[in-house]
C-alpha cells in the first residue's frame, strides 16, 4: 500500500511542481512578479503548497514502505525481499519442473500410443496372413454360404435357381474360385471370382483348407487330393475341430494297412488338443 501511494505522491509533486512553474512563467508574463514573496499571488501559493504536501507525503509513504513486505522495518527489508525473490524463483521453478514433467509425460503416451498402433497394424497383419485376405482360391469342396459367420446363421437363397416347389440355397464347391475378404475366428467372407455369372455370391464359409496349408511328405503326397478332402469334412463336422493344425497332418504307423492306409490330425491345437483318425476315402 505504502509503495503505491509513493507513487502517487511522486506524480502529484512533479504536477504541482508544473504547476508552480506554470503559474511563475504566467506571472513573469504579465509583470507581476516583485521583490517580494508576499506578491506572488495565490495561485503560486497554493501550487508551492500542493509541492510540499505532495512532497512530505512521498518521504512518509517511502519510509514506510517495509510494511508492504512485512519487514519489522526499513533494515530488515533486504532480507524480506531476497525471500520474496527466492519464493518467486521457486514458483518458476516448480511451474517450469511441473511443464517439463507435463511434456515427458505427453511424450510417453505419444510413445504409447505410437507402439499399440504398430502392435495393433502387426498383429492386422497376422490376422490378415492367417486369414489370407485377398488370396483366390478354389472352394475345393461343396460350402454352403451363410449370412453370418456362425452354424445358425441363415442360409443365402439361390433365388434363380429356387421355385415354389424347392428351395435352393448358395453354394461354393471346386469348380468355383474366390477371393477372401474378411474372416473371423475360423469362418471366412468370400466372394465368387468364377465362373462369372455367379460373381454377385458373397458371404460367410468355414475356413477351406487348401494343399499350400500343409507340408506333404513321401507317405501323404500320393494322397493329398483325397486328404484335403477329408480335413475340410473333419474340420466342418467334427464336433472341436473347427480348427486344425496342419503341421500335424501325417500317416498312423500303427494303423491301417499298405493298401488301406489311416492317417490323422490334431484338432483345436491351442485348446483341449485331439487327434482324428480317418481314412482318404472319408472325405
Known sequence: MYQAWFYVGISA???STL?????????????????????LGAMIYLSLAAVLLSGGASAFCYLNIYRDYGAA????????????ADAEQARKDAAANAEREA??????ERARLLAEADRQHELRLAE???CGLGTVRSAVVLYEVRAEPNEGAER???EKASNSRKTHYRSIDSSTMVRIVGCKNEWREVQVTSPPWLTDTIGWVKRVYVAADFSWEWDTLDYKDTLLSAVNKISRETPGCSELDTASLARSPTRGTPSDPVFFITCDPNGRAMNVWFKPTDG
Open 13 to 15: 509533486m512533479a504536477a
Open 103 to 108: 511434456a515427458e509425460k505427453e511424450a510417453a
Open 128 to 130: 490378415e496372413k492367417r
Open 156 to 158: 443365402l437363397v439361390n
Open 19 to 39: 504547476w508552480s512553474v506554470a503559474e511563475l512563467l504566467s506571472a513573469r508574463r504579465k509583470a507581476r512578479i516583485l521583490r517580494t514573496v508576499r506578491s
Open 73 to 84: 522495518s526499513r533494515a530488515d527489508l533486504p532480507r524480506v525481499m531476497k525471500e520474496l
